[in-house]
């Protein structure tokens, strides 16, 4: 079974600059998909950035981007321009390729930003 | 386009009481997901239904039922509630050809057993 584990539990950051978010994962299959999802106060998951295994572009939406180290099993994101509305709980999950599609998160940083 | 419903938005319950908590989609889905997220974590797959007429278990089945009434619909079932089922659900669905994308999710449903 998969697993997928966030270490930072908390991160800060002023408004305008960058934080970076941990992710790694564990896997013995070789293609999949990731994702970073976004949760506000509002409890609503919304998809920050999706990134397919076998392409090694890093993937990048707007101000968001991601470093993916396949090798490592390391799925990080950057967070440019910090804005006060970025304030969030940010998930990484990983979805297998094979039957079902299922989802498995890590445990999530929540992600505070300083005026 | 609704996307994905839930109902209700909050429940309390007595321990042993039962309900249902019902999920919607109107994107014509395939695959349809039930998941808990308790304070503080991650959420976890509870049951999933691949397609119409299948259901499967996921990582924390236990204590729950769920029906695949259509293909709309996913339905998920405590039949005698316990404190440990404390959690906020969410209802998500994906179109089977998947491919890179996202699962879509409903509002969630806020469980509180006592």
């Known amino acids: 079974a998969q697993t997928v584990t966030q270490s930072q539990p908390e991160m800060s950051v002023q408004e305008a600059e960058t934080v970076t978010l941990s992710c790694t994962y564990d896997?013995?299959?070789?293609?999949?998909?990731l994702f970073w999802y976004k949760q506000p106060p509002s409890r609503q998951m919304i998809l920050v950035i999706r990134q397919e295994a076998y392409k090694q572009q890093n993937a990048t939406e707007n101000r968001f981007s991601v470093n993916f180290q396949k090798a490592a099993k390391s799925f990080s994101l950057k967070i440019s321009d910090s804005q006060l509305g970025d304030a969030a709980m940010y998930f990484c999950?990983?979805?297998?390729?094979?039957?079902?599609?299922?989802?498995?998160f890590g445990g999530g940083t929540r992600v505070l930003v300083k005026p | 386009n609704a996307g994905v419903t839930q109902t209700p938005k909050f429940q309390v319950l007595k321990t042993g009481q039962s309900m249902t908590l019902q999920c919607a989609q109107d994107?014509?889905?395939?695959?349809m997901y039930w998941y808990r997220q308790d304070p503080g974590m991650g959420l976890r797959l509870i049951y999933y239904?691949?397609?119409?007429?299948?259901?499967d278990k996921g990582e924390v089945p236990n204590g729950y039922n769920v029906s695949r009434l259509n293909k709309r619909e996913f339905s998920l079932r405590l039949e005698s509630a316990a404190p440990s089922q404390t959690s906020v659900y969410f209802c998500a669905s994906i179109s089977r050809l998947a491919g890179g994308n996202e699962q879509y999710f409903g509002p969630g449903t806020r469980l509180t057993v006592t």
């Open positions: 994107m014509n889905h395939n695959s």
């Open positions: 896997t013995s299959e070789s293609d999949y998909y």
């Open positions: 999950a990983y979805r297998s390729k094979a039957a079902g599609n299922k989802l498995t």
């Open positions: 239904s691949a397609s119409e007429g299948t259901t």
